[in-house]
């Protein structure tokens, strides 16, 4: 059956690419600040040694940095159980 528009699909990992953007958490702060409700995701990433990361997008663009960052009371909060960045 071809896949189109409408057709749901179950996924137990997603792999997307595009722009990722390392910035400073003061820098960070300023994109959700721009978005009626904007999507923020938390969680940790690496091996042995873990790091946290918060992350949201702007205009195509996924914006990362690292630790936990004070977000604006309109913002939709994923806690994210594994992440990723990589193969």
């Known amino acids: 059956m071809p896949m189109g528009c409408g057709m749901a699909v179950d996924a137990n990992r997603v792999i997307a690419g595009g722009v990722l953007v390392f910035v400073e958490t003061g820098v960070f702060r ?3 600040e721009q978005k009626e409700k904007p999507l923020v995701i938390v969680g940790e990433t690496g091996g042995f040694k873990k790091v946290k990361v918060t992350i949201t997008t702007y205009d ?3 914006i990362i940095t690292r630790g936990e960052v004070e977000l604006p009371d ?3 909060l994923v806690k994210a159980k594994e992440l990723s960045f990589g193969k």
């Open 30 to 32: 300023k994109f959700p």
């Open 60 to 62: 195509g663009a996924v």
């Open 74 to 76: 309109n913002a939709i």
